[in-house]
């Protein structure tokens, strides 16, 4: 059972006795979910939980929650070798916040969402990160890979089992600002950190990205359809995000 499902129990300042009692009343609860038995290969993952991977971008304190660039709207979509396109998909944009065992998600207007988003914070518990933010979207994927806002509201209604975060920018780690690397890097090194052996199957993905120049039936195919809107972003932006 993961702390994030246990943490709303504790009734007293956190020890092991109201840990204890935390976890002895949540198991009773007819609604409490429990995540998949891992394998031997997802435990092992575990294991490395705090090993700290090589240093990278400006050492600095934890920032806490960083405002978001939002996007702009515009009629046509920006060329140039420069320019990297991503769907724009249609949910909530979020950041997910770990501090060890303590995983917050918060919106874009820095709202703590973390109960509504409570598989979220639990799938979340694998990343192989102690202190770590990732910038995101929360959605409720369709078979054929699109998303409806309004599936998402309605998902939430209930036990929201459906819900699956995708990570677009890594802004954080362990100790280390990364928002003056350049975008693709920071891709990169969130490729990493979000491993598909060990996340992708718990609701956490990387999204995918195209170059500008990449020609339409390429993107097609690379797609597996053809969605209506993208967002367009600087491979070697810097600063914000």
Known sequence: ??????????????????????????????????????????QSCLMLQRTKPAAFGVKAPYPGFVEPALATSVDKVPSGERWIHEIKFDGYRVQLH???????????????????????????????????????????????????????????????????????????????????????ERKSHLKKLCKEDRTAAFGLSPSSWLKSNTAPNQRRAKCGILFLKVCGRICDAQGRF
């Open 98 to 184: 770990i501090a060890n065992d303590d995983i917050k998600i918060f919106t874009r207007r820095g709202n703590d969402w973390t109960k509504r988003f409570k598989k979220i914070a639990a799938d979340a518990y694998l990343i192989n990160a102690g202190l770590t933010i990732i910038d995101g979207e929360v959605v409720v994927p369709a078979e054929d890979g699109t998303t409806d806002f309004s599936v998402l509201q309605n998902e939430l209604k209930g036990k929201s089992t459906n819900i699956v975060m995708v990570a677009f920018d890594l802004l954080y780690l362990n100790g280390y600002d990364l928002r003056k690397l350049p975008l693709v």
């Open 1 to 42: 059972m993961p702390p994030a499902y246990v943490k709303p129990y504790v009734k007293r300042h956190k020890n092991d006795a109201a840990d204890a009692e935390a976890i002895c009343e949540a198991v009773t609860r007819a609604n409490m979910r429990f995540v998949p038995t891992k394998t031997r290969e997802q």
